[in-house]
């Protein structure tokens, strides 16, 4: 069974067509493509565990300063008025659209504060070399809210509303959409690693 | 010369990458490293697919009908803007890339997918074994370019909370924007539904 193991830790089965690869070793920040499919296969970590913390760290403040600055500013005869995230989601839940809030506030706010917790969780025991007690769980919930977080396309969304009321009002773009815009960043840097790299490490941790 | 998993006997962990031997399907087996459900290939992928896909078809008429906000001033009555109406205005304002980026979000973007996977599902049903490598890329296309279309579901909540001008002018989200929330949703979890590797399951493999 052992044996059996070790065998199967020097191969890869890429997720898009089935085909069984031998792993090869790969120098940091290289990638592999399949030979069959071309789909991305693996990828060497560019950073280590502890520079994947640190980023994850500087991501969760980024999103604690786009969540509650404003992300744009109106002018209308003297007066200024702003909006935050939050902001938007409770006038929608107002105005009786609740898909529509429960769905920004769902991929904007719950979505991505997940995935960064869940980050933390799964990097801060392995940057100081153990296996945390829930790396499993926050593996799982990452996988998830990978998925479902999209702050880049919401900073296209503010940009497309501010050029619609250019018009007839006086649009400031503020420093909660630029947060969003370096959040995007972050996120993508923090949650595009290799999973199954990560469960490697972590499993290379309690041999 | 290849060899797929599935001739070795082998399942991979959709969650972590272990592989395990000798995985039935029609059993229930956990992930030996991080007990995840293992199975060789996503269960009922292809009747998943087929039915989020009808649901979203049927969803995309209101949402493309009905409108998705409605502004309103003191001095006009309410008026109602639909999707490729709001594209048209963005076109005639004289802002033609954001028109086209918000035809491309609202508009290509759904139907491509649609289109997409029901032509994977029934290549997979009809066992084509031709142009698998392109079918494969189309996957590819769908999964990447999939969340882009929630874009105006985030437009008509930033102009809701922006627009209130002490009473004067107000802009409520209409019907049609919840609809089509709904299938950027459905599409999203369509594709997630469907399993690459049954496109190269029916193929001769060289």
């Known amino acids: ?207 | 010369m290849t060899v797929r998993a599935i001739e070795l006997d082998l399942a991979v962990c959709a969650v972590c990458g272990q592989m395990s031997r000798e995985v039935h399907d029609h059993e229930r087996h956990a992930c030996p490293r991080c007990g995840s459900a293992l199975h060789l290939r996503k269960p009922n992928s292809i009747e998943r697919t087929w039915a989020l896909l009808v649901a979203s078809v049927l969803l995309y008429i209101p949402a493309n009908l009905l409108p998705v906000m409605q502004t309103q001033t003191l001095l006009s009555r309410a008026e109602p803007h639909t999707i490729l109406g709001g594209v048209v205005e963005l076109w005639n304002d004289g802002s033609w890339y954001l028109a086209a980026i918000v035809f491309i979000a609202s508009v290509v973007v759904p139907i491509l997918k649609i289109s997409i996977l029901a032509l994977l599902a029934l290549g997979v049903q009809r066992r084509w074994t031709s142009r698998l490598y392109q079918r494969a890329v189309l996957y590819r296309v769908v999964e990447a370019v999939g969340h882009w279309s929630m874009l105006d579901v985030y437009v008509i909540a930033i102009l809701v909370a922006l627009v209130h001008f002490g009473g004067l002018a107000e802009v409520l989200p209409g019907p049609g924007i919840a609809a089509f929330a709904a299938v950027v949703v459905m599409t999203m979890l369509a594709s997630a539904s469907f399993d690459p590797r049954l496109i190269f399951d029916a193929g001769d493999w060289p």
């Open chain 1, 1 to 207: 069974m052992v044996m059996e193991q070790r065998q199967h830790d020097r191969l890869i089965v890429c997720d898009h067509c089935d085909t069984v690869h031998r792993k090869p070793f790969l120098e940091r920040g290289m990638r592999t493509r399949c030979t069959r499919c071309r789909a991305p296969l693996e990828r060497a970590q560019r950073l280590d565990v502890r520079g994947m913390f640190a980023l994850t760290v500087a991501a969760l403040i980024v999103f604690a300063i786009a969540n509650w600055s404003p992300l744009a500013s109106i002018d209308v005869r003297g007066a200024r008025d702003d909006s935050t995230l939050w902001g938007a989601i409770v006038a929608s839940w107002d105005r009786r659209s609740f898909i529509v809030a429960a769905l920004t506030a769902l991929t904007l706010f719950f979505f991505p504060l997940l995935e960064l917790l869940a980050a933390l969780v799964v990097l801060a025991p392995l940057a100081r070399g153990v296996r945390g007690a829930h790396f499993a769980a926050g593996m799982h919930v990452l996988r998830i809210a990978r998925d479902w977080s999209m702050p880049e396309v919401f900073v296209l969304g503010t940009i497309v509303a501010v050029a619609k009321l250019g018009d007839i009002a006086t649009i400031h773009l503020r420093e909660g959409l630029f947060a969003f815009a370096a959040l995007t960043v972050l996120i993508t840097l923090v949650t595009s690693f290799d999973h199954a790299w990560l469960w490697d490490v972590a499993t290379e941790r309690d041999r």
